[in-house]
Structure formats: C-alpha cells, structure tokens
C-alpha cells in the first residue's frame, strides 16, 4: 500500500491521532504559537509522506481554527496534489443560505477558501444541511456519527424509549437514529426569531410521551436554547427520563449547566469537537471515508 500520512490540527489532534492508527498511516502533529495580535504560526513536526490527510474541525475560536486548517492545507499541498481535508466540525455550516435579504452565504466562501488553500476532497462529519455540501466544487463526503450515537444509548437501557427531533429540519436524522435504535421517533415543531436567536416549541400537547425515556437527537448543541426549551415542554407532557444525543457539542458558555438543570440526564456527543460530553469516536466513519 502507498504511503498515507494524517496530520493533526491542534484542534483535532486526538481523533487525527485515532485516525492515523485506524489507517495505519503515519502521524505528523503540529505546533502551534498565537501572537498577541491574535495570529496563528502553525508548524508541522515532521514531513509528511504520500496522500495526506489533514484532520481539523473548525470550532470556537471559528476563525482562528479555520486559520490554521488553511494553513496545514497549504503546507500539506506543498508535498502532494492529494490533500483530503477532513473537518469533523465544519463551522459555518448553517450560513448555508440567505435567510434575510443582503446576508452573505458565509459558507459558500469557506468551500472558495479551501479549494484555493489547495484541499482535493473534504470529509465532513453529519454537516447541518444537505444544501451545504452543494457550496462546494471539489469532492465532499458527509459521513454520520448517528449510528454510532445509536449504539451507545442503546447500551443505556431506557425505559420503552422514544426518539425526539427538537425541530422538523431534524425529522429525517431522528428517523435515522431511530432505525439504528430499533425505535419510533417524532419530530417538535421549534420557531427561532431570526433577528434574536430566541427559541420557541410551537407543538401543542402531546399523547405518546407520558412515562416514556426520550432520546433527543440533533446535530449540534450551541447555546443549548433548543435542547432547553424541548426538554421543558417534554417534561411539562409528562415523560420519563431525558437523555440528549447530538454530533457536535459546542456547548457554549454554561449551556452544559443549562441544560441539566432543565432536566436533561446526560448528553452524549461525538469527539468531532473534544469535550467533557465527546464520548463517541468518529475516527471509524471517517476512516471508512477514506
Ligand atoms: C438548528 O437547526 C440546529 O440543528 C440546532 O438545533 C441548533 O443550531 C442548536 O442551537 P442552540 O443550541 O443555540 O439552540
């Protein structure tokens, strides 16, 4: 077999470690110095040999992160034209249209910026739409940590469980979840202010969820707003214990503290964002990705 090299963001350097022993590849890791003025200089600790794979998510700090995937891209190109970028986390992937009239499709400048870095192939991990993947011209891969978050909760023995959707955009991810579960699933109608962020469930009572343990499945967790508000009206109907399955865990501020006080048992996430909730490997999907 010809020689694979990853080389790890500092972002991601566990899963890429994790990665590179799934493939048998070499690793190469990266330094990292920011300047007082806020600039990365990233370094790579050895040269990479073969197809190479950067591995990188693009969390908080966004643009800093992206900063230094660009940078390992453009390192990396300088020893092959085969440069796979895989970016667990890809931040900006909900800028992917023009909600209010004059904004910028953020995304869509990400998918420019890293073909010019020189990226040949993105793999992404369970990216917020479909219609993000279309931003971009070079080949895109979106693998699911799904199965994987599946096969945990179930180990989790709930009582008669239910798979729940905090909103209708995740409809087909909760039936997804729902099928590796071996379960049913139902989807909340969420409504969020566009100009406040603020979060509202819009579904009036339900029957099917009195006594019952429910799995909330989502993409992403970031101010916890939603996971909030969907465990409160789930509580108010009389359910059982709330556990929250999500692939990326941003939890931003005290949204973990938020959370659990809402009721929630635990939130299990995937490490495409590393974290005290990041239980769930993803190096296998993205090894089969590759
Ligand atoms: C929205 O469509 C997403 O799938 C998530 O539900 C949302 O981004 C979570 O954000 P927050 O935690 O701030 O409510």
Known sequence: MSAVTVIGGKASEDLARKLARKLKANFVSSELRVFPDGESKVTISAKPKGKIIVVNSTYPPVDTNLMQTLSLISKARQFSRQVICAIPYMG???????????????????????????????????????????????????????????????????????????????KERAKEFAKFYGTNYIALQKQRDRKTGKVQIMTANLDGVKGRDLVLVDDMISTGGSIVKATQFLKKQKCGRVYVACTHALLIDNAEKKIKKSGVSAIISANTIPGNTSIVDVSGVIAKAI
Request: proline share 5%.
């Open 92 to 170: 900006y992937a909900r800028q992917d249209r023009e909600f209010l009239q004059g904004e910028i499709v953020t995304l869509s400048v990400i998918a420019k910026l890293l073909s010019a870095a020189g990226a040949s192939k993105i793999i992404v991990v369970d990216m917020h739409s479909m219609l993000g993947l279309k931003h971009f011209t070079i080949p895109i891969k979106n693998v699911s940590a799904v199965p994987e978050l599946a096969n945990y909760l179930k180990k989790l023995r709930l009582k008669n469980p239910l798979v729940v959707s905090p909103d209708l955009g995740g």
